[in-house]
């Protein structure tokens, strides 16, 4: 069987516009992980459905919808095919209307490259086989065949995607399969990027296990990630916030990037380790021991340096909460981050990253 670059032809959607055919899902029949998914995504999207309805963009156009999570990536093929990959959980989810279709769709994310520094994911419309430079697709080694071997060639991959649908489940009108990616999914993922990563580190003089920590806790190292505050990209930067602040600081001139410019896995570190370089030489100046500043910079990176202030200080007083932080210890500025700043999300945001550096902190 032949595929050229048009048989991969798809409409590729961030959660935009996917229905799943969920109306009046029977979530028991599904695997219970595989539930899971599905139940936070119908729910995520009937509800800004609900709130899109009426609100035109500029150009005419529903306003695009975010993600359920930046982990989250969805192909929408055609209306008788869905594909969804959980880049956190390393769980695909593939459905179809026909075994035949669920096997080519199979197929089709088992080969794919969806790596942005390829396509331009605005508007992807053919994902191609491999990426010419590698030679590879983009979940190599991330996902492996019934015998353990990494999938690159269409003869392996559809022999993969008959194994799986021997005897497919159907459920709610549809066919449907799930993949799990090996345990060391995340490593593999990761792995990617760490030579953009260093690079960057080095030239903006920020921690590289500090970088890879938040881009493991921002989007499990998904590259197309996207929030529903438009957050774009392996390190969820916003162009207007921290986009703008990298070219009006770090390059001298008032420029806000482009969501294809930041999808790009350099672009997207580059900037991010320019914003934190800010965190730290401009907004949290003057906190004065290196490891108190690194938990500011993390806890900002999520909750802005503005709400470091107002949890230290009813009135947000920049100078009178520099003075606090530098009269605690190390373990008290840490304890006070996790359990006493005023966004709840910047607690546990900074938990989860300080536990995620360990493992990156020799590289």
């Known amino acids: 069987m ?36 599905l139940w936070e995504y119908q729910n995520e999207a009937e509800e800004e459905s ?61 080969l794919t490259q969806i790596d942005p520094a390829v396509i331009d994911a605005k508007t992807a419309r053919d994902f ?40 497919p489940r159907k459920q709610n009108g549809r066919f449907s399969i799930k993949i799990n990616m090996v345990e060391e999914h995340k490593d593999i993922a990761g792995g990617k990027y760490i030579k953009y990563a260093r690079a960057a580190s080095r030239d903006h003089n920020v921690s590289l296990s500090m970088m890879m920590a938040i881009m493991e806790t921002e989007s499990s190292f998904n590259p197309l990630a996207r929030s529903r505050s438009n957050a774009l990209g392996l390190m969820q930067i916003k162009a207007d916030t921290a986009g703008r602040d990298y070219f009006s600081i770090i390059k001298g001139y008032r420029h806000t990037p ?34 108190k500043r690194e938990y500011a910079m993390i806890s900002s990176y999520n909750g802005g340096a503005g709400n470091l202030w107002r949890s230290l200080d009813r009135r947000g007083n920049k100078t009178k909460s520099l003075a606090r932080i530098n009269k605690m210890s190390v373990r008290q500025f840490y304890w006070f981050l996790t359990n006493r700043h005023i966004r709840r999300e910047t607690r546990d945001y900074l938990k989860k990253v300080s536990s995620k550096q360990q493992k990156y902190i020799n590289l």
Not at 68 to 87: E, G, M, Q, R
Not at 143 to 149: A, C, E, R, S
Request: charged share 20%.
């Open 2 to 37: 032949i595929f050229s670059m048009g048989y991969f032809a798809a409409i590729f959607g961030l959660l935009m516009g996917l229905s799943w055919q969920a109306s009046g899902i029977d979530y028991d029949s599904y695997d219970e992980d595989v539930a899971a998914l």
């Open 128 to 167: 191609g086989l491999v990426n010419s430079k590698t030679n590879r697709p983009f979940f190599w080694k991330q996902i492996v065949d019934q015998y353990g071997k990494p999938i690159a060639k269409p003869w392996r991959a559809q022999s993969f995607a008959e194994h799986l649908t021997r005897n």
């Open 50 to 110: 609900s709130q899109a309805e009426g609100s035109l963009s500029a150009e005419g156009s529903l306003p695009a919808k975010g993600s359920i999570k930046p982990s989250v990536l969805v192909f929408n093929d055609v209306a008788d095919s869905d594909t969804l990959i959980d880049f956190e959980t390393g769980l695909v989810i593939v459905r179809a209307i026909t075994v035949e279709r669920l096997r080519e769709s199979i197929v089709d994310v088992l």
């Open 258 to 291: 482009s969501s294809s410019y930041l999808y790009k896995p350099a672009n997207n570190i580059e900037v991010a380790a320019g914003y934190l370089h800010i965190l730290q030489t401009r907004y949290l100046a003057g906190i004065k021991h290196p490891k």
